[in-house]
C-alpha cells in the first residue's frame, strides 16, 4: 500500500457499535496525532448496520479496484484528496480495504522502508476502464503462456472477469503443442530435460570408474534411446498442459481455444480450429503472444526445423546441424552433442551475442573440446534433399556437407503479425515485430503488452511471470509499482552452465567511460565433483566478479561450471539489493562449494597475478 501525501485523507466508514470499526478507527486516530501532516483522517459513521449496508451497496460500485465491489463488512477505508464530510464518490484515490487491511496499511507506514525512497511508482494513463462498463470481461489476455497465465489469475484473484485466449499455430513443420506456451512446451521444460540427460550421459562416461562404479562406462549413439527420451518429456508436458487448464478453471479464468484479431479497441474476432467466428468485447487487453523462431532465408530454408520442433521429434535426429551463435543453438547443440549424435554449429560472427565475451569465448571453447564441431563465419546459403533423405548444406564459402537434420536458431520474431494492431493504431518494430511500450502500456491505452513481444523487454519466462503479476497488480488492486527488469539473474545451460545477473564486462566499461572506471575480480578452479575424473581436467570453472571502482558496488556477477541456475539465484537477490564487493567478501562460504568461489575473491584482472584457486 502506497504512503499518503500531505493533502490526503484517509475515509473510513462503519457502524457505530461495530467493533472491527472503533478498532481501526483508533488506530488511524493515533496515527494522524502523531504525524498531522502526513495525513488526515475522515471518519464517517453510522448509527445502525442497517444503514451502513445501505450505503455501501451504492458507493463500492463507484471504486476501480474491484475488491471494493465485493467487500460489505465494516469498517470500509479508502484514501481522497479531500476532506469530505459525507463520501464523496468523485473524489477516490486509492481503496484501502477492511479492518485487516486498514491495520496493515497502518503497520506498513511506520515499518522501516531501506531503499524504499529508490522504488519506482508510476502513474499509468488513463485507460478508460469503468466498473459499470458493458463488455463481456474486465480482461482478456491474447497468449495462453507463462506470462499471460500469470496476468490472467492475479487479475481474477481481484474480482476481475478475465478470459484467456490460446491458439497455437503449426510450426512450417506442422508441430503443435498445448496450453503454455513456448517455455513449457518448446523451450525451457523440454531444454532442460534434455540438458540433464546429457549431464547424465556425461556423468556415466567421465565419472563412474574413478568414483569406483563399475560397469559400462562407454557411451555412443547406439546407446542413447531418442524415441524413449522424447515420449517421456513430451508426457511430462501434456501432464503440465492439462494441470494449466484445470489451474484456469480453479481460478474463475476463462479459457478460449481461439485466435484473436483486433476490430477495435474493445472488440476481438476470435476463430476456432473449425473456422468459426465470433467476436468477444472486453475493457482490457493484454497481448502476451511471445514469439517464434525467425525462419532461415536462403534456397531450400524450408527444409530445417527450429526449437518449435526439435524437442517432439519422431525421427532419431542424427548428424544435425545447428546454424546460429544464439542460446537456443548452443544450447541444443550440446545436449544433442552429449548425447552422442555428431552436431556442427555454423556461426555467423560471434557465441552469444550480448553475453559476456570472455564467458562466451569459453563456453565455445568447452564445447569445442567436448564434441561440438564449429563452423567459424559462414551462414548457409542453399539446402537441398539429397539421397537417403539426407540435407545437403551449402555455406556461404561454398563448401558443402551433408547433415541429417538441420536445425535454425538465428533469433525470433513477435508473433504480432496477424493481431489486426493496425485497426487499434498500434505500430510494431520493423526488425522483430515487437510492440512498443511505457510500463506495458501500449499506445492504445487499454491495451497492454508483456513478455517476449513487447520492445524491449528479455525474452525470459519469469521475466513475463513478474511483468504480468505487476501489471495485474496495477490494473486491478491499486498497486503503483512496476516491473523492474534490471538486475535479472539468467542461466545458459550449455554444456558448461553459464550463469550471470548485471553488467557484461565490455557493458561496465561502457557505462563507466573505460575500462579505469571498473574493477574485474576473477578466478579459475576445479569443481571438487571434477577432481578424480582426468578428462574434466581439460577445463576449469570460472567465475568473474564486475565492481564500480570508486563505490565499490558490485555492476555484474557471472559464473560458468556446474548447477549454474542453483547457484546465481541467490546473487540475485543481493545484486537487488545493491550488494558492494565488500558485501561480497563479508559473506562467509559453504564449504566445499563452487558458489564459495565467488565470495572468497582476491585477484583483479588489473593486477596480473594468476587467478588460479588452490587447495582447499
Not at 481522497?80 to 487491511?101: A, K, L, R, Y
Not at 511505457?438 to 508483456?450: D, F, R
Not at 550463469?499 to 578452479?525: M, N, P, Q, T, W
Amino acid at each position: 500500500m502506497s504512503s499518503t501525501a500531505a493533502s490526503q485523507v484517509v475515509n473510513i466508514a462503519g457502524w457505530s457499535t461495530c467493533g472491527f470499526y472503533r478498532r481501526a478507527e483508533g488506530v488511524l486516530s493515533s496515527l494522524s496525532i502523531l504525524f498531522p501532516t502526513r495525513f488526515r483522517i475522515a471518519s464517517h459513521e453510522f448509527e445502525t448496520r442497517a444503514e451502513y449496508r445501505q450505503w455501501i451497496g451504492g458507493f463500492r460500485s463507484t471504486f476501480a479496484d474491484i475488491r471494493a465491489h465485493n467487500h460489505a463488512s465494516s469498517p470500509f477505508c479508502w484514501i481522497s484528496s479531500d476532506m469530505n464530510q459525507t463520501p464523496n464518490p468523485n473524489d477516490i484515490v486509492e481503496f484501502i480495504g477492511g479492518h485487516d487491511d486498514t491495520i496493515a496499511f497502518c503497520r506498513d507506514l511506520l515499518s522501516p522502508r531501506e531503499g524504499e525512497d529508490s522504488k519506482p511508482h508510476v502513474s499509468m494513463i488513463d485507460d478508460g476502464h469503468s466498473p459499470q462498463h458493458a463488455y463481456d470481461y474486465d480482461l482478456v489476455i491474447i497468449g495462453g503462456g507463462s506470462g499471460g497465465l500469470a496476468c490472467s489469475k492475479e487479475a481474477a484473484s481481484f474480482g476481475a472477469k478475465v478470459a484467456v485466449l490460446d491458439f497455437v499455430k503449426p510450426s512450417p513443420r506442422g508441430t503443435v503443442w498445448g496450453l503454455g506456451g513456448t517455455c513449457v512446451n518448446v523451450g525451457c521444460i523440454p531444454k532442460k530435460l534434455m540438458h540433464y540427460a546429457a549431464l547424465v550421459q556425461e556423468s556415466i562416461t567421465y565419472d563412474a570408474e574413478p568414483f569406483g562404479i563399475i560397469g559400462k562406462s562407454t557411451f555412443s549413439r547406439n546407446s542413447h534411446s531418442w524415441e524413449v527420451m522424447r515420449e517421456n518429456v513430451q508426457n511430462y508436458i501434456h501432464g503440465l498442459n492439462f494441470k494449466y487448464r484445470v489451474n484456469l478453471r480453479e481460478n474463475n479464468v476463462t479459457y478460449l481455444n481461439q485466435l484473436g484479431k483486433f476490430l477495435d479497441s474493445h472488440t476481438l474476432e476470435v476463430t476456432d480450429k473449425k473456422g468459426i467466428r465470433s467476436t468477444i468485447k472486453s475493457s482490457r487487453f493484454v497481448v502476451a503472444v511471445g514469439g517464434r523462431p525467425t525462419s532461415l532465408d536462403c534456397e531450400g530454408g524450408e527444409l530445417a526445423i527450429s526449437s518449435d520442433d526439435i524437442f517432439s521429434l519422431t525421427d532419431e535426429p542424427g548428424k544435425v546441424l545447428c546454424v546460429g551463435a544464439s542460446y537456443i543453438s548452443l544450447e541444443c547443440a550440446g545436449f544433442l552433442a552429449g548425447l552422442g549424435r555428431d552436431v556442427t554449429v555454423a556461426v555467423r560472427s560471434i557465441l552469444l551475442r550480448g553475453f559476456d565475451r570472455e564467458c562466451a569465448d569459453k563456453i565455445g571453447a568447452y564445447m569445442a573440446d567436448h564434441g561440438v564441431k564449429f563452423r567459424r563465419e559462414v551462414v548457409p546459403k542453399k539446402l537441398e534433399k539429397v539421397l537417403d533423405n539426407k540435407i545437403k548444406v551449402t555455406f556461404s564459402d561454398n563448401t558443402e556437407e551433408e547433415f541429417d537434420t538441420v536445425v535454425v536458431a538465428i533469433g525470433r520474431t513477435a508473433d504480432t503479425k496477424n493481431l489486426g494492431l493496425e485497426s487499434v493504431n498500434i505500430e510494431v518494430e520493423r526488425s522483430n515485430a515487437k510492440i512498443p511500450a511505457n510500463y506495458e502500456q501500449t499506445s492504445c491505452p487499454n491495451i497492454y503488452v508483456i513478455g517476449d513481444c513487447m520492445k524491449g523487454c528479455p525474452e525470459l519466462t519469469p521475466v513475463a511471470i513478474e511483468a504480468g503479476l505487476a501489471l495485474a497488480r496495477r490494473l486491478f488492486n491499486g498497486s503503483k509499482v512496476p516491473m523492474d527488469y534490471k538486475n535479472v539473474c539468467t542461466t545458459v545451460f550449455t554444456p558448461i552452465e553459464y550463469g550471470c545477473v548485471g553488467l557484461s564486462e565490455e557493458e561496465a566499461i561502457e557505462a563507466l567511460g573505460g575500462e579505469d572506471g571498473i574493477d574485474v575480480y576473477h578466478k579459475s578452479f576445479y569443481p571438487l565433483e571434477w577432481t578424480l575424473s582426468y578428462p574434466r581436467q581439460d577445463h576449469q570453472a570460472f567465475t568473474k566478479v564486475i565492481v564500480n571502482k570508486s563505490s565499490q558496488k558490485v555492476l555484474g556477477i557471472h559464473y560458468l561450471g556446474p548447477h549454474a541456475g542453483e547457484i546465481m539465484q541467490g546473487y540475485g537477490v543481493a545484486m537487488k539489493k545493491g550488494i558492494t564487493f565488500q558485501n561480497l567478501i563479508d559473506t562467509v562460504g559453504i564449504h566445499p562449494t563452487c558458489s564459495e568461489e565467488i565470495v572468497t575473491l582476491k585477484v583483479t584482472k588489473r593486477s596480473g597475478l594468476d587467478a588460479t584457486a588452490g587447495g582447499c
